[in-house]
């Protein structure tokens, strides 16, 4: 096999699941069966996500060092992993350094000690601490002055949830970089995503993703709130989850379709009728004094469209008042 370059990984924990999954120990018994080359690892961070990468790592039998600035918490880590307590120690000599840090502040203070960035040059960074996409190409730049490689990236999963069929993680940069570490960056998430060479393409991807999860889950427990204040048991609400989860695919498949042809004609439901039943909805959390302030939310940016003069198109209308605040 083709020896692997040098890499350094930033872990993020992002992502939500319904089941705890089963992890994939016999998968990676089989792996190792199959020959599948080993990597010398480093994890920095020892945090949940951390400790769940670096367990990962270990158990696909990569050779993994650990590093946190709480030593004891590097030590707690186990699962076959080697504790430093110095973090050149810990890069040094490392095919793979894996940093799950809380922020890019937190890592770029990292990484900015020079005896740090000396030891990581001519490796790969792939940086999966949570942050935007100007976050990613600040690190670039830094990657750039340094001599080092570079991915973004982002993990849709819980720290329980690595390494096994339900986590997915995004990758940026070059496509040639995550090429070379693909086979190893797979004991993290099977579903390792390459997104764009665009570096910021992975963190524009993560957030999107989660703006429908987060504004999705509220809708979801505002709409349970309504039921329960109008003396309806929510469980009513939640036993027809299939038709509102039916209703926001149909409606995706045909924006896709609507935002790429620049065309938001149709004969399902105009904007107008959806702002009436926006209405509706505001009424009753009035009425039921629950919160309106969500729903209001909702009307206010219906409405915005209406203004516009796009209240004969279809829903996915509002998108063109989206692009400018």
């Not at 792996?31 to 990962?56: D, N, P, Y």
């Not at 504004?215 to 609400?237: I, R, T, W, Y």
């Not at 105009?270 to 009425?287: C, Q």
Request: net charge neutral.
């Amino acid at each position: 096999m083709v020896s692997r370059p040098r890499g350094i990984v930033v872990g993020r924990c992002r992502g939500v699941c319904a089941l705890i999954p089963r992890h994939r120990s016999q998968d990676r018994a089989c792996s190792k069966q199959q020959g599948i080359e080993m990597t010398k690892l480093a994890v920095i961070g020892s945090g949940l996500m951390g400790t769940s990468l670096a367990r990962a790592f270990a158990a696909a039998g990569h050779d993994v060092a650990v590093w946190n600035r709480t030593p004891s918490k590097a030590k707690a880590v186990g699962g076959g992993t080697a504790a430093f307590e110095n973090l050149v120690e810990a890069v040094s000599g490392r095919e793979l350094v894996v940093i799950s840090v809380s922020t890019y502040a937190a890592s770029a203070e990292l990484l900015s000690s020079q005896a740090v960035a000396s030891a990581l040059a001519g490796k790969t960074v792939v940086q999966l601490t949570s942050g935007s996409p100007a976050d990613a190409r600040s690190g670039l730049e830094w990657a750039r002055a340094y001599g080092v490689d570079y991915l973004d990236a982002a993990i849709l999963a819980f720290p329980a949830f690595v390494a096994t069929d339900y986590a997915t993680v995004f990758y940026a940069g070059s496509r040639a970089v995550f090429d070379r570490h693909l086979e190893t960056l797979q004991a993290i998430a099977r579903n390792s995503v390459f997104v764009d060479e665009k570096i910021g393409s992975a963190a524009t991807l993560d957030c999107a993703i989660l703006e429908a999860f987060y504004g999705g889950s509220l809708a979801v427990l505002h709409a349970a709130a309504m039921c329960q204040a109008e003396g309806l048991d929510p469980k009513a609400f939640f036993a027809q989850k299939n038709s509102f989860l039916g209703l926001i695919s149909v409606t995706a498949d045909a924006a896709q379709g609507m935002i790429e042809n620049n065309d938001f004609t149709g004969q399902q439901c105009s904007l107008n009728t959806h702002v009436a039943a926006l209405e509706h909805i505001v009424r009753l959390s009035t009425d039921a004094r629950i919160s309106s302030r969500f729903p209001r939310e909702l009307l206010e940016n219906y409405r915005r469209a209406l203004g516009a003069g796009l209240g004969e198109q279809e829903l996915p209308a509002v998108f063109r008042t989206l692009k400018q605040d």
